[in-house]
Nanobody, 119 residues
Framework: QVQLVESGGGLVQPGGSLRLSCAAS????????MYWYRQAPGKERELVAI???????NYADSVKGRFTISRDNAKNTVYLQMNSLKPDDTAVYFC?????????????WGQGTQVTVSS
């Protein structure tokens, strides 16, 4: 059974940092891309960062240079290091992966972790 469990959210002042973690289980973590999304109140969910199985990383323009996605395949965990946080980064952050089996492709979401950037 696939599970994604996020942690590390909280309240931080503008300019501060947080590191989010997403612990994965139930699939071969090293073989799949992992994604971080976020959803702010009243807005659509948006893609923040991607960590491919091959090690490449991609970011939304809004977070480039401030956020870093990384993964530890030995721990089945993907991280999102967030620096220079802004109030606009306030959102619920979700971990996501998409798995392909003989039955087809299915996406899985974590429960989300709240990040609030405020003074």
């Amino acid at each position: 059974q696939v599970q994604l469990v996020e942690s590390g959210g909280g309240l931080v002042q503008p300019g501060g940092s947080l590191r989010l973690s997403c612990a994965a289980s139930g699939f071969t973590f090293s073989g799949y891309a992992m994604y971080w999304y976020r959803q702010a109140p009243g807005k659509e969910r948006e893609l923040v960062a991607i960590s491919s199985a091959g090690g490449s990383r991609n970011y939304a323009d809004s977070v480039k240079g401030r956020f870093t996605i990384s993964r530890d395949n030995a721990k089945n965990t993907v991280y999102l290091q967030m620096n220079s946080l802004k109030p606009d980064d306030t959102a619920v952050y979700f971990c996501y992966t998409s798995l392909t089996t003989r039955a087809g492709t299915k996406g899985y979401w974590g429960q989300g972790t709240q990040v609030t950037v405020s003074s």
